[in-house]
């Protein structure tokens, strides 16, 4: 049913839930902002039904997206916290000093949103430019600029919207002083005693490489088209 066919009470009830799941988006880049990644999954999250977290890598599902998202943040930002008391021992070892010296700011753009016509679910894509600054392995702050795109699944429970799957697909990931066209260097190899989030449940569905020179634009997240029922298309 296309918006031409709604009537005035639909009409309303479809920019109301455009505006919610607006809201829940923005609260997600908040929370996670803030370091608030176990008040993000039990506030914005969908409860009863079986959530995703993916990424150019693959999937985590249901409980592992808590262990991911919460249990290996929490690990990494006392790891960084021990990092950083080496260069300022005056910061107290504490829980409220974890995320100290980091910094995540992610924007939201381009919002391309379908709500499903029963209203039950919801689709939607956006791009996501931003800056992070995280600790090097000396302890000092490391910046780097990240450009990624979502593509989103909502769903309502007791009458609230809710996200249900999320898949992030990462485009640049640059210093300050490079350019994003530049071949990546070699990585620095990979600190032992550096906590690791759990390996992914699933394979990734779909190959989205970061942006490469050789290659022609990917059209991905595929943009969400007007559909009846979340039986009618893909899920993100």
Not at 105 to 125: C, F, K, R, S
Not at 146 to 159: A, L, N, Q, S
């Amino acid at each position: 049913m296309g918006s031409k066919n709604l009537n005035l009470e639909q009409k309303i009830q479809k920019a109301l839930d455009v505006l919610a799941i607006q809201n829940i988006m923005g609260r997600h880049m908040f929370y996670h902002a803030a370091g608030k990644h176990a008040e993000e999954l039990d506030q914005i999250w969908a409860k009863r039904h079986e959530i995703t977290w993916s990424g150019n890598g693959g999937s985590w599902v249901g409980p592992t997206v808590y262990k991911a998202y919460v249990e290996s943040h929490d690990e990494s930002n006392q790891y960084d916290l021990e990092k950083v008391i080496k260069l300022h021992p005056e910061i107290e070892n504490k829980k409220e000093n974890h995320g100290i010296g980091t910094m995540i700011l992610h924007t939201l753009t381009t919002p391309i949103i379908e709500v499903a016509e029963d209203g039950e679910t919801a689709q939607g894509v956006w791009y996501s430019p931003g800056v992070v600054t995280e600790i090097g392995p000396d302890g000092n702050p490391q910046p780097l600029n990240m450009w990624e795109r979502y593509g989103v699944d909502f769903v309502k429970e007791d009458g609230e919207w809710k996200i249900w799957h999320i898949h992030m697909y990462y485009d640049l990931n640059f210093g300050p002083g490079k350019s994003w066209t530049d071949p990546p260097g070699p990585r620095p190899a990979p600190d032992p005693k550096a906590p690791k989030r759990p390996k992914t449940d699933r394979p990734p569905k779909l190959i989205y490489n970061n942006y490469s020179p050789t290659q022609v634009p990917q059209e991905l997240p595929r943009i969400p088209k007007p559909y009846k029922t979340f039986a009618d298309v893909e899920p993100y």
